[in-house]
Every structure is written in C-alpha cells, then in structure tokens.
C-alpha cells in the first residue's frame, strides 16, 4: 500500500467496458476538475470586474458591486482587493460588510 492509499477496484462502465481504478486515480481525477472550475470561475469573475472597472471609469467598486462579484460570479473579495489594489483603487471594504449583513 501507498501512504494510505489502499488499492481497490471499483468498476465504471465506459464506452461499454468496466474500468478498474485505484482510490489515487480517482482522487486525483476529481482534484483535476474541482481545479479546472476554480480555474474557469475566476476567469469569469476577473473578466466581469474588468468591465465594471470601465464602466465605472476609473472609480472604485461599491460595496454592492463587489457583493455581486463574490455571490455571483464566484469572484472572491480577497481577489477584488487584490486587483483593486494594483490598479491604485481604494476596497470599500466597510461597505462590502453593510451590503453582506443586509
């Protein structure tokens, strides 16, 4: 046995013949994916914080806009901050907290 991993066989039917897999591949499958929607989430959220920052013209986001980032696109706030602060623009931090208790 490899640290914990034990061998097992679990069956899948693909293209009409069982597959046998290790728990490692399995495990290592399913980080793949979980890593390439992470991935594509914030490619979303980065591409729709870039078109509220031309729309709002070079002003910082709301606390509404980044509310909106986060639940909605996936886009957390920890990276907004981080953009914002590259591009010389203030986090309304307090008022992404009022928006999150309204």
Not at 29 to 39: D, H, L, S, Y
């Amino acid at each position: 046995m490899q640290k914990g991993f034990r061998l097992i066989f679990d069956l899948f039917l693909k293209d009409g013949t069982l597959v046998q897999h290790s728990t490692e591949n399995i495990i290592q499958a399913c980080f793949e994916e979980e890593n390439q929607r992470f991935r594509e989430t914030i490619k979303r959220g980065y591409h729709q914080l870039k078109r509220i920052l031309k729309e709002n013209q070079g002003k910082a986001l709301s606390g509404s806009q980044i509310v909106s980032l986060e639940k909605d696109k996936g886009f957390l706030h920890q990276l907004t901050a981080i953009v914002l602060h590259e591009k010389g623009l203030s986090y309304a931090e307090t008022e992404y907290k009022k928006e999150l208790n309204v």
